[in-house]
């Protein structure tokens, strides 16, 4: 063999073989997240995530690829961005703020499994036949965070004994706001005080909300966990200290960002056992058989400096009972 000829031969050699064995390589999976709200608002809960996938043995980039499609607030983009997922034929849909999307995801398919972390009780919203056995396609991680709103109530009732009239705030696009609005008129009701139902749907409702709520002499005001209320979180924190209004919320971060008082499930830990479950589906688990994870974990957090602010003086024994109280 000529030296041309063995030099043409090995140079093809070397650029041949590289591209046979990228292509005998398995293509990564990839898990889609639907959610329903912006990745700046949920970029901590996607940490979570990430961490319960890595303590199932997938990390983003070596062994696993994440996909996102994110509504932005505007739930009637979430089919669409459901069925895009669908039609890239992603090996599970992860869905992300609430139970809209964890809908959505269900009704684009019947076939790829699916893993939520949903607000309300999935069997009532009809997303699993029972939560120790799902059945379908569907699992997930419940945080049941909308039966506690008595709980919320009688927190608020500590904070504020002398108000006669508290509001509640919810989105009426939610699935879970008339449960919810239903058992805070229940609870209400058991401890002598009067309740309005708000609802807010846009930027403007909330401001609107807020001129009832001082027109109305309302003493205090409970926020119901939403995706759009969390996207819009600063929003209704500087409104309720604006207008000097005791404000529970359903979810820590608006006490992170200067809220008086939240009592919650723990959101990071519900989206880590979602990871943990879409780890276990990548590796041939089913989530038919995967029983419904149930929060474990309930967080009392004060902002002492708030609570300052509005002139409150937060009981001992409340004080005592928190999980965190921010100074």
Partial sequence: MRRREFITLLSGTTVTWPLAARAQQPAMPTIGLLGTGSPEAYAHHMVAFRQGLREAGYVQGDNVTLEFRWAEGQFDRLPALAADLVYRQVAVIATSGGNASA??????????????????????????????????????????????????????????????????????????????????????????????????????????????????????????????????????????????????????????????????????????QAGIYAGLILKGAKPADLPVQQPTKLELVINLKTANTLGLKIPPTLLALADEVIE
């Fill in 103 to 272: 809908t959505a995801a269900k009704r684009a398919t019947t076939t790829i499994p699916i893993v939520f972390v949903s607000g309300g009780d999935p069997v009532k919203l009809g997303l699993v036949a029972s939560l120790n056995k799902p059945g379908g396609n569907v699992t997930g991680a419940s945080r049941l965070s909308t039966e506690l709103g008595a709980k919320r109530l009688g927190v608020l009732q500590e904070l504020v004994p002398g108000a006669a009239l508290v509001a509640i705030f919810i989105n009426p696009n939610n699935a879970v706001a008339p449960f919810a609005a239903k058992d805070a008129e229940e609870a209400i009701s058991t401890i002598g005080k009067r309740l309005v139902v708000l609802e807010a749907r846009t930027e403007r409702e909330i401001d609107v909300a807020f001129v009832t709520l001082v027109q109305q002499r309302v003493g205090a005001l409970l926020v119901t966990p939403d995706p759009f209320f969390m996207s819009r979180r600063k929003q209704i924190i500087t409104l309720a200290a604006s207008n000097a209004i005791p404000t529970m919320y359903g979810e820590r971060e608006f006490v992170d960002d200067g809220g008086l008082v939240s009592y919650s499930t723990s959101v990071s830990d519900a989206y880590r």
